[in-house]
């Protein structure tokens, strides 16, 4: 699934982010998802839950690639 998310704020929290995508179908289970390694920010992995995600950063995983822009 390749998806673009437009941003109409400063940032979006990295399990918020899934959640709206359909990522993951709760922010509990985005958050158990994050903490088991399964996510990348820009090809780093990335383990906090929180994670601000910004205008032109790319969050990827097994099977998604979510491109952040600017709305």
């Known amino acids: 699934m390749n998806e673009i998310y437009k941003l109409s704020t400063e940032y979006i929290a990295l399990c918020d982010l899934l959640k709206s995508c359909s990522v993951c179908s709760s922010g509990g289970e985005a958050k158990h998802y994050i903490a088991e390694g399964n996510v990348a920010v820009n090809g780093v ?5 929180t994670c601000k995600i910004r205008a032109g950063q790319v969050v990827s995983g097994q099977g998604f690639t979510i491109k952040v822009v600017a709305a």
């Open 45 to 49: 992995q990335e383990l906090r839950k």
